[in-house]
């Protein structure tokens, strides 16, 4: 990186402070703003998103380790404690939804929006901080930090279908879309029409090269990973915002490439799988050469979010407990 570093979008710049500001959020769309989380202090890789309306609602926290810089766009953007209607996440990966507690302690008034299955995660995290740590390792504490507990009554389960009023006329509707995580959803803005997609999609780092599946344990089933993706393109958005970064402008393609890169990287380690040779290795050897070109201080942002063998481990958790073969029929529905 160079010395002097304001690479970000906008072009806001607070005084002579030793630490630059983080970016100040990008417009991706009429009433949203991109605002960069800087997992790692790592430009691009962590993206929340601010929905403007009368009650503004905030897409993913990011994690607690991102927490100051998030507050700074938040309050760079005007926006004081009683300011914020909502706080909703995709899914309650550490990534996403490591912030809630804190965000929601700094926000009184927020509502916490999350998946049914996501729910009793935030008012207890205890559970989700110890497997975070069996598969971070010194990560946890290093790069992402934990979860503090959201008291139960701010919380809002999200049913499937169900809206968040942002203004008279904008409303985010939930898109249930297990897959990548069984407590992942999307949100549909329907003013305008993006579809924010956590994780379901996949991870494309603007550094990073192409569109990966992100496929971790435990929860990952390539069925409905699939079926999800479906879900998201009959509801015809107008764009694709990931979490790990960013908008993409053409969703009907995107989507279409998200369902073959999940169909193959399935195949692969389906075919290791039954061979008895190793997951990440057979994944690694087909499909490293998509990262050609990829300077490797970008490549080390891609592995540690979205790294082979997390893929890997959650693909053979899959094939492991998927019925045998011939009993894993996909109904049409
Ligand atoms: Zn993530």
Same mark, same amino acid.
């Given at each position: 990186?160079?010395?002097?570093?304001?690479?970000?979008?906008?072009?806001?710049?607070?005084?002579?402070?030793?630490?630059?500001?983080?970016?100040?959020?990008?417009?991706?769309?009429?009433?949203?703003?991109?605002?960069?989380?800087?997992l790692?202090?790592?430009?691009?890789?962590?993206?929340?998103?601010?929905?403007?309306?009368?009650?503004?609602?905030?897409?993913?926290?990011?994690?607690?380790?991102?927490?100051?810089s998030?507050?700074?766009?938040?309050?760079?953007?005007?926006?004081?404690?009683?300011?914020?209607?909502?706080?909703?996440?995709?899914?309650?990966?550490?990534?996403?939804?490591?912030?809630?507690?804190?965000?929601?302690?700094?926000?009184?008034?927020a509502t916490?929006?999350?998946?049914?299955?996501?729910?009793?995660?935030?008012?207890?995290?205890t559970?989700?901080?110890?497997?975070?740590?069996?598969?971070?390792?010194?990560? /946890? #504490?290093?790069?992402? %930090?934990? @979860?503090?507990?959201?008291? $139960?009554?701010?919380?809002?389960?999200l049913?499937? !279908?169900?809206?968040?009023?942002?203004?008279?006329?904008?409303?985010?509707?939930?898109?249930?879309?297990?897959?990548?995580?069984?407590?992942h959803?999307?949100?549909?803005?329907?003013?305008?029409?993006?579809?924010?997609?956590?994780?379901?999609?996949?991870?494309k780092?603007?550094?990073?090269?192409?569109?990966?599946?992100?496929?971790?344990?435990?929860?990952?089933?390539?069925?409905?990973?699939l079926?999800?993706?479906?879900?998201?393109?009959?509801?015809?958005?107008?764009?694709?915002?990931?979490?790990?970064?960013?908008?993409?402008?053409?969703?009907?393609?995107? /989507? #279409?490439?998200?369902? %073959?890169? @999940?169909?193959?990287?399935? $195949?692969?380690?389906?075919?290791?799988?039954?061979d !008895?040779?190793?997951?990440?290795?057979?994944?690694?050897?087909?499909?490293?050469?998509?990262?050609?070109?990829?300077?490797?201080e970008?490549?080390?942002?891609?592995?540690?979010?979205?790294?082979v063998?997390?893929?890997?481990?959650?693909?053979?958790?899959?094939?492991?407990?998927?019925?045998?073969?011939?009993?894993?029929?996909?109904?049409?529905?």
């Amino acid at each position: 990186m160079s010395g002097k570093h304001h690479h970000g979008p906008g072009g806001h710049r607070q005084g002579a402070d030793d630490a630059p500001p983080p970016p100040t959020g990008a417009r991706i769309a009429e009433g949203v703003l991109e605002l960069d989380t800087l997992l790692g202090g790592w430009e691009r890789v962590t993206a929340g998103y601010l929905i403007e309306g009368d009650a503004p609602v905030l897409v993913e926290t990011g994690s607690q380790s991102s927490v100051p810089s998030l507050l700074a766009h938040l309050d760079r953007l005007g926006l004081g404690p009683d300011d914020l209607a909502g706080v909703v996440v995709t899914h309650i990966h550490l990534d996403h939804a490591g912030g809630v507690g804190d965000v929601a302690r700094a926000f009184p008034g927020a509502t916490v929006y999350v998946h049914p299955k996501g729910a009793r995660h935030l008012v207890d995290p205890t559970r989700l901080v110890d497997s975070a740590a069996r598969v971070y390792g010194p990560l /946890l #504490d290093s790069l992402y %930090g934990r @979860l503090d507990p959201t008291p $139960s009554e701010r919380i809002h389960v999200l049913e499937d !279908g169900e809206e968040i009023r942002v203004s008279a006329n904008r409303f985010l509707t939930a898109v249930d879309s297990p897959g990548h995580a069984k407590h992942h959803l999307g949100l549909h803005d329907n003013w305008s029409g993006t579809m924010f997609v956590g994780d379901a999609v996949g991870v494309k780092l603007p550094d990073g090269g192409v569109l990966r599946p992100s496929t971790p344990p435990p929860d990952f089933d390539l069925d409905l990973a699939l079926q999800s993706l479906g879900k998201f393109a009959a509801r015809r958005p107008t764009g694709l915002a990931l979490a790990h970064y960013g908008l993409l402008a053409d969703p009907l393609d995107v /989507l #279409d490439e998200a369902d %073959g890169t @999940l169909r193959r990287w399935a $195949s692969v380690a389906e075919g290791a799988f039954r061979d !008895g040779a190793d997951i990440a290795a057979a994944l690694s050897a087909t499909f490293e050469s998509d990262l050609d070109g990829v300077p490797e201080e970008h490549r080390e942002k891609l592995e540690v979010m979205n790294g082979v063998h997390s893929n890997a481990a959650g693909l053979r958790r899959w094939l492991v407990g998927r019925p045998p073969a011939g009993g894993a029929v996909t109904p049409d529905s």
